[in-house]
Structure formats: structure tokens, C-alpha cells
């Protein structure tokens, strides 16, 4: 009877530590700048027309869901575990569908498209902002210590910079998070050492 021999080990490679998000994917990056020529003759004449029916729509439909809300708060009331999936089906409807698109062309992008400091500067005074209120709230109000940032905010300077800037201040990245459309970020209560 003989022993199964076990083959020699190779010499185990360092592990590479993960690479966060931002700093090598140029996906994190900054928006491609618009051209002044599409910018004035073509997305502002689009956004005068359809932002307003765009508004006009999901105001209806925020109309529509908020007139079935008292029904559907009776069935959460019979059906135990039925809150979870009403919560979730008002967030899927009008949280997916943002109050002013990334196509739209609002005031600051016309004539500030591709001035990275501008860019940079708002959003430190809002990521700032937003590190002062999670800090000093009583911790009752958990949407206190959330912060979500729209692609159109932070367009000029890239996620990346964003979230270099938030872990700074103790923010993380939250799930359901997009580059190039939506940063959602979560503070985890602790002061700055």
C-alpha cells in the first residue's frame, strides 16, 4: 500500500490587497467636457422642450403612487412583512427617475462645462457640509449621515475625486453606486481624529 504523494507547493505569491474604485478605472473619472456647439444648439433647445413634459410626468406619477399609498398602507397593515416591498417599490419608481436628467442642461453646465476647479470646489463645500451635519446630529435621524451625489454634480471632476475626498471625512461607498450616474455614500457617525 503506498501513500498518496502530495505534489511540491509553489511559493505562494504575495496577496495583492483590493484596489479601490476610482483610482484605476477610468470609469472614475471626469465626464467627457460637451461641446459649446452641442451644449447651446442642441441639448438647451431639447431641455426647453422636455424638461417641463418630463416634470409634467413625474409629477403624475408621483401623483398616481401617492393616491394608491393609503390603500397600499392598508394592506401593509393586514399583510405583515408588506412594508418592506412597498418601501421598495416607490424607491424603484420615483428614485430611478431623477427630477432633472443627466441629459438636461442646466444654467451652471452651460457655463461651466470642463472647469475642473469649480467642479472640484462644489463639491468639497457640499461633501463638507454634509460631514458637519453627520457629525453633530443626535444620531435619530439616520438619513442625517446619507448622501447621495447625481452624476450632473460632480460631473468636471470624476467620482474618483469624490470618493478619494469622502473616505477622507469618513464616508463609504454604498451599494447601488454608479460612476457615471449616481454616488451614494454613507458616513459612519464618528468625528475626524
Do not use: I
Not at 472647469?115 to 468639497?124: G, I, K, L, S, W
Not at 438619513?143 to 463609504?172: C, K, P, S
Amino acid at each position: 500500500m503506498s501513500t498518496p504523494s502530495t505534489p511540491p507547493s509553489a511559493p505562494s505569491a504575495p496577496a495583492v490587497p483590493p484596489t479601490r474604485p476610482g483610482l484605476d478605472d477610468p470609469a472614475w473619472g471626469p465626464l467627457p467636457a460637451r461641446s459649446a456647439a452641442l451644449r447651446w444648439l442642441v441639448l438647451l433647445p431639447l431641455t426647453l422642450v422636455f424638461l417641463p413634459l418630463w416634470w409634467v410626468v413625474w409629477l403624475l406619477l408621483a401623483f398616481c403612487l401617492y393616491c394608491v399609498a393609503p390603500f397600499a398602507e392598508l394592506f401593509v397593515l393586514l399583510v405583515p412583512r408588506a412594508e418592506r416591498g412597498a418601501v421598495r417599490m416607490l424607491d424603484a419608481t420615483l428614485g430611478r427617475m431623477p427630477f432633472v436628467p443627466l441629459w438636461c442642461v442646466t444654467p451652471v453646465s452651460l457655463t461651466r462645462e470642463g472647469d475642473t476647479e469649480y467642479y472640484r470646489a462644489r463639491v468639497d463645500r457640499r461633501v463638507e457640509k454634509a460631514t458637519r451635519r453627520a457629525e453633530t446630529s443626535s444620531g435619530f435621524r439616520p438619513w442625517d449621515r446619507e448622501l447621495v451625489l447625481r452624476a450632473r454634480f460632480f460631473r468636471g471632476v470624476g467620482a474618483g475625486h469624490v470618493l478619494r475626498m469622502a473616505e477622507e471625512r469618513n464616508w463609504t461607498l454604498q451599494p447601488r453606486s454608479h460612476p457615471r450616474r449616481r454616488l451614494r455614500l454613507r458616513h459612519s457617525g464618528r468625528a475626524r481624529a
